[in-house]
């Protein structure tokens, strides 16, 4: 059994920089676009291409995701889960993760999003197009407020997400 000592022990410090609780009237707003859509989507009769266009974003999302993982950062799907929490439903980190790479990640996830959503058009109906991409805005919006919140710490920053609320700290 090896013995270590106490100087080769790691100690990691985060120092809390901002918390964003996800209080009622931010999810409020968040949802009620979600309900409208989705009143005008049963207007419309296109409720299972909204239900279908939310199962495929968060498959898109997973897939962007883990190539994201793999072939720009190297490194591996540790500490990656697929979770439910109010802004932050899909494939997110489950530990403190840089705010720097988050955004940047979630970058990719907009623009190869829409380029997903667009190639599906010859295939697609129209109310089918704009429910798709309403669920990848939709998703998208509520996180990116979050990450416009944290923008003075867009250098220094580490995100700690939760299902009640998004905090950043400094290391």
């Avoid at 793999?70 to 494939?91: C, D, E, M, P």
Wanted: charged share 10%; net charge positive.
């Amino acid at each position: 059994m090896k013995n270590t000592s106490s100087s080769d022990a790691v100690i990691y410090t985060y120092t809390l920089l901002r918390r964003i609780p996800h209080h009622f009237l931010l999810l409020g707003g968040y949802y009620a676009f979600a309900v409208v859509w989705g009143i005008k989507a049963v207007l419309t009769g296109s409720l299972l291409s909204l239900i279908f266009g939310y199962l495929f974003i968060q498959l898109l999302y997973a897939l962007v995701i883990r190539g994201y993982l793999y072939f720009v950062r190297n490194a591996g799907l540790q500490g990656w889960s697929y979770r439910l929490a109010h802004l932050w439903t899909g494939f997110i980190p489950s530990q403190y993760v840089m705010l720097r790479t988050f955004i940047r990640l979630h970058l990719h996830l907009l623009v190869s999003g829409c380029a997903g959503i667009l190639l599906l058009y010859p295939w697609l109906s129209a109310d089918s197009i704009s429910n798709f991409l309403f669920v990848h805005l939709w998703i998208m919006g509520g996180r990116f407020y979050l990450f416009f919140m944290f923008r003075k710490e867009y250098k220094i920053g580490w995100l700690r997400l939760r299902s009640s609320e998004t905090s950043c700290y400094k290391q």
